[in-house]
């Protein structure tokens, strides 16, 4: 017989579902214990995970003159930040001082093309591109303390990732980075676009950042990997999941669509969780500590998102530690191919 799980799991929510809660997305269902908050706030004893809130669906987080932003305040957290801009045509755009006082910082257009990025007496014209499934982007690394104003004929949205940071380098002009990472293989392909990765952008302090396109039915962030200093793991980064999901054929996100993302504690952690989060077209989850992965893209809806990542390693780092119940996995892609749609096309 065939059972429509939706429909299951529908039933569940509401037979179990917390008193006066409304949005399933905040939530996760495990059979021991019920519904688990994704989004718990509380104090953190700095072995457990961070109480603060994880989870950010796209349309809770308050839009400011057409700005919405994650800082480190909000996160709980001491470096990692971004800001989601919706620029206007031909409305030139001042980012909030605050963004960047003593912040550095990437400004990286999502779906904005012919840029003119005013900066501190300097200006530059960015390509931009149609949207994020299209192609890699020209982007500006911006120094700490740095003023902004953005304008595009046609609008659209662009991203400002931060780092809290103590050495300053000067604001630059960066061109797109033609070379891509076609990372695991078989539904475990996807394409890494690392422009901001220590190995290709060595002019910043804390700041890390790279892109990532995860084919329809495809996973990515696999195996669970994790960057906490927790244990025998050196490298300690905060990280930002900025999501868009989008739909075959379209070069930007679709509200149509979803995927999935887990981020949870291994034995290293006092206190376990485990979230398992339905992520929608511009949702935002933060990576304190833990390991995160698999990130799955459903079936007509490829994946995007944004990785930003600071933390206190000298120099900067993005090694990782993979869970070691599912490393196993790294080495089985020797005995597959990669995916042939990656590098990821819109036709």
């Not at 809660?21 to 104090?43: C, E, H, K, V």
């Not at 003159?65 to 994650?70: D, P, T, W």
């Not at 485990?274 to 007509?300: E, F, Q, T």
């Not at 990782?320 to 996995?329: K, Q, S, T, V």
Request: hydrophobic content about 35%; overall charge negative; glycine content about 10%.
């Amino acid at each position: 017989m065939d059972v429509d799980l939706t429909d299951v799991m529908c039933a569940v929510w509401q037979s179990h579902r917390p008193k006066d809660t409304q949005d399933m997305r905040d939530f996760t269902y495990l059979p021991s214990l019920g519904w688990r908050n994704a989004n718990p706030i509380g104090a953190d004893d700095g072995r457990a995970p961070s109480m603060t809130r994880r989870f950010f669906p796209a349309g809770d987080l308050e839009l400011v003159e057409g700005m919405k932003s994650i800082t480190p305040q909000l996160a709980g957290w001491k470096y990692s930040g971004l800001a989601i801009i919706q620029l206007e045509p031909s409305n030139p755009y001042v980012v909030d001082p605050s963004i960047l006082h003593s912040t550095e910082g990437a400004l990286i257009p999502l779906n904005a093309t012919n840029l003119r990025v005013d900066i501190d007496g300097q200006s530059f014209t960015l390509k931009g591109r149609r949207g994020v499934f299209d192609s890699g982007t020209d982007w500006i690394y911006c120094a700490p303390g740095s003023r902004l104003e953005i304008s595009s004929p046609g609008g659209g949205e662009i991203a400002i990732a931060t780092a809290v940071a103590q050495a300053r380098f000067p604001s630059c002009y960066v061109d797109v980075l033609t070379s891509i990472e076609i990372r695991g293989a078989g539904d475990a392909t996807r394409e890494v676009r690392p422009f901001m990765h220590p190995d290709h952008f060595k002019n910043a302090d804390r700041l890390m950042a790279v892109e990532l396109i995860t084919p329809d039915g495809n996973v990515s962030s696999y195996p669970p990997h994790r960057h906490d200093g927790v244990g025998d793991c050196h490298v300690a980064n905060e990280e930002i999941y900025y999501f868009r999901i989008g739909k075959i054929g379209l070069p930007h996100g679709n509200p149509e669509g979803f995927g999935f993302h887990r981020t949870y504690a291994g034995e290293e952690y006092d206190i376990p969780f485990d979230d398992n989060v339905a992520v929608h077209d511009g949702d935002i989850y933060l990576v304190p500590r833990g390991y995160h992965g698999p990130c799955s893209a459903m079936p007509g809806y490829p994946m995007y998102y944004l990785n930003v990542l600071a933390g206190e390693n000298s120099p900067r780092s993005m090694d990782f530690c993979d869970d070691p119940n599912h490393a196993w996995i790294r080495r089985s892609w020797n005995e597959k191919s990669p995916d042939p749609r990656v590098p990821w096309k819109v036709n």
